[in-house]
């Protein structure tokens, strides 16, 4: 059987990237950021992504290219009988629970492109913005619609095949983003008291770095970075033998972590002058934005650029999150690949309405004190992508070994990379202990 495989080496940095940068960007990280004590967490979660990002970005390609299959036939191959593949069953899993609950975010986007073209922030102020967002929340059958669009909108680029499908949308797009952000920090730092909210940014705290930090910003990290979970294994399963595994994993951490801290100076600048309160959530950026784009010349404009491109960002990240089942569904269980992206869209729906609509005030649907919504976010950023980057780490450095890991990352040996050792020697050492000592001290 022939595979889909990207037509250009910018095609694979591009949609790696498209995976990585979306709402964990955006949305997640400033809520992170916000809830676990601001400087103190963006240190955390740079250093993070300086040590473990490239390598454990490098073993997933490595496992997908060198298995050229799903996470699930990966693990199959590369160590028949053994119980390596719950590893790829697990991060099958993981892409039905973000999906669930990522699709209701992602659906808001929408909400607000549609918003923003009506013109229905305009004038307003803060407390009215903010209700309205409220409100939404509990008109819990739009949310559930919005939702409904855009896992179908994913399930018909994935349907239309790996390479034409998503290399078109990433490429231009990307840059686009950057730059809409990079006016937005400028608008956001020049208004009234934005000083405040950069101190809250950049200068840690080191007495609010605890246990549920660390493991917050790890969450955050893998979460951002679509890693732990079998995503950049499928995709590495598409990449040529002659690419660049190390220069991708790099471009694809940098450009994602630039939009994220980017995203940071956009929001809490803005939220500090505006008075939203830097825990507020989802709010962070559903209620803050529109404030900032009220305060801009051209505001229409751009708050229609934004959210088109917010939404875009999250499909590329969609889709990349149901090529991992739809791969699955077609290679191990010979499903057509116009059944398979039918059913797991259906499966994603399904669990995605709860979702949603525990987010309506009156629901009650509350696991542990979390809404569903909440207990779908904490079990995959928090328990399965730390495991799943575990397990993968340790497959690489022990299972797979330094021969297979110097080959893979080598092109057979074609290319010259002097810091090979480096990296090898945090795959087998410091990152399983690294990732195991924060998630004990998170839960402990
Ligand atoms: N990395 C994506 C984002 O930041 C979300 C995602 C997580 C996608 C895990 C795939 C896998 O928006």
Not at 244 to 252: D, F, I, K, P, Q
Not at 265 to 291: D, H, R, W
Not at 391 to 420: A, D, Q, R
């Amino acid at each position: 059987m022939s595979r889909d495989g990207f037509g250009s080496k910018l095609g694979i940095i591009a949609a790696a990237a498209g995976s990585a940068v979306g709402l964990g960007n955006i949305y997640r990280f400033p809520c992170e950021l916000g809830n676990n004590g601001g400087g103190a967490f963006l240190l955390v979660y740079l250093l993070i992504v300086l040590c473990l990002g490239v390598p454990v970005m490098l073993s997933e390609f490595i496992i997908g290219r060198r298995a050229q299959k799903n996470p699930i036939g990966a693990f199959k191959m590369l160590r028949p009988r053994s119980g390596w593949p719950v590893i790829g069953y697990m991060g099958v899993l993981c892409a039905f629970i973000i999906m669930a609950f990522y699709s209701t975010v992602a659906g808001w986007t929408l909400e607000y492109i549609v918003k923003a073209i009506g013109n229905q922030f305009h004038g307003k102020e803060l407390s009215v913005i903010e209700q309205e967002f409220a409100d939404f929340h509990d008109m819990g059958w739009k949310n559930v619609l919005w939702q409904a669009v855009f896992i179908f909108l994913t399930g018909f680029v994935v349907f239309k095949g790996v390479a034409d499908g998503i290399e078109k949308y990433a490429k231009i797009l990307m840059p686009v983003l950057v730059a809409i952000l990079v006016v937005l920090g400028l608008r956001a730092v020049t208004l009234p008291g934005a000083k405040e909210g950069l101190t809250f940014l950049f200068k840690p705290d080191f007495s609010k770095i605890t246990g549920s930090v660390l493991i917050s910003a790890l969450g955050q990290a893998f979460f951002s970075l679509s890693m732990g979970m079998g995503v950049l294994i499928t995709y590495g399963s598409y990449i040529q033998k002659d690419d660049n595994l190390t220069t991708t994993a790099l471009s694809v951490t940098l450009s994602d972590t630039l939009i994220a801290v980017l995203a940071g100076v956009v929001i809490f600048p803005a939220a500090f002058s505006f008075g939203v309160q830097p825990t507020a959530g989802m709010g962070l950026v559903f209620n803050t934005l529109p404030m900032i784009f009220n305060q801009m010349a051209g505001g229409y404009f751009f708050c229609i650029i934004f959210f088109v491109l917010l939404a875009v960002a999250a499909l590329t990240s969609t889709i990349s999150l149901l090529e991992v089942i739809v791969a699955y569904f077609v290679e191990e269980l010979r499903m057509s690949r116009r059944w398979a992206t039918v059913i797991a869209s259906l499966g994603c729906m399904a669990i995605g309405v709860f979702a949603s609509l525990s987010l309506k005030s009156d629901t009650g649907f509350t696991i542990a004190g979390l809404s569903f919504f909440d207990s779908l976010d904490f079990i995959s950023a928090k328990v399965l992508l730390p495991i799943g980057a575990l397990f993968i780490v340790i497959f690489v450095g022990w299972v797979m070994g330094k021969k297979t890991f110097n080959e893979e990352i080598t092109n057979g040996g074609k290319l010259k990379l002097s810091i090979k050792s480096v990296i090898f020697f945090i795959i087998r050492y410091l990152a399983p202990l690294a990732i195991a000592v924060i998630f004990i001290t998170g839960f402990v």
